[in-house]
């Protein structure tokens, strides 16, 4: 059993498009986090909260606490925003990331 | 560049041999964090730092692998006689946080790990 749940697996958008890609977990959280892997294994925070709705640029990352779920939405997607996407929740205790499969995001020219 | 550092990026090595790798936290980050990743799926806990104390181990971690932190600033991770289902990328992260609400983990690029 995976704490975390994300999807989809794998995803494919012209470039413009508009993008979703939900999580949802099932334990009690402090705080959910978006990163970001490109080839090579770098990851980045995207975003880190624990309520309502966070903006950077073009990436939109939002969650609902009773409902246990988040989506991180991308608009106007581009090609350089080709990369997995990985939700994480760090515990109560807040002492680890428990984290989801990841969504590979492809955006073709 | 100030940010997390791991050595060495990549390592090939025959079954049976022992690696070391190494991570370099940002300085003032109290809190340092082992993952490792196979291919395709989500990084998994490994071990946690606070400060030069080891405070948790994953089932993952077997008796092949140790990791410390002496001075509780840089930390190295040692697999034993490895196996070639150790091959994956090993992250290092860290963090300053004194309160879960804070825990913003910082990642290094990786050490990619091929058993041969």
């Known amino acids: 059993k995976n704490e975390v749940e994300q999807s989809p697996q794998n995803l494919t958008a012209q470039e413009g498009e508009f993008i979703t890609i939900n999580c949802s977990y099932s334990v009690g959280i402090s705080a959910l986090h978006w990163l970001q892997q490109h080839p090579g294994g770098g990851i980045v925070s995207l975003f880190m909260l624990s309520s309502g709705k966070k903006k950077h640029g073009r990436l939109i990352a939002t969650i609902n606490i009773q409902e246990k779920h988040s989506s991180l939405h991308i608009t106007a997607s581009h090609p350089r925003d080709s990369a997995v996407y990985i939700c994480?929740?760090?515990?109560?205790?807040?002492?680890?990331?428990?984290f989801g499969t990841g969504t590979s995001l492809t955006v073709i020219p | 560049d100030t940010g997390v550092s791991q050595d060495p990026r990549h390592k090939i090595t025959k079954r049976g041999q022992n690696v070391t790798f190494r991570c370099d936290p940002i300085?003032?980050?109290?809190?340092l964090y082992w993952y490792r990743q196979t291919l395709g799926q989500g990084p998994e806990f490994l071990t946690y730092?606070?400060?030069?104390?080891?405070?948790?181990k994953s089932r993952l971690l077997s008796d092949r692998f140790s990791a410390e932190r002496p001075k509780g600033s840089f930390s190295t991770l040692e697999i034993q006689r490895t196996e070639q289902g150790d091959s994956a990328m090993y992250l290092c992260?860290?963090?300053?946080?004194?309160?879960?609400?804070?825990?913003?983990?910082?990642f290094g690029p990786g050490t990619r790990l091929t058993v041969l």
């Open positions: 300085s003032e980050h109290n809190r």
């Open positions: 992260a860290s963090s300053l946080a004194y309160r879960p609400s804070q825990n913003e983990q910082f």
């Open positions: 730092f606070q400060n030069e104390a080891q405070l948790e």
């Open positions: 994480a929740v760090s515990l109560d205790t807040g002492n680890q990331f428990y």
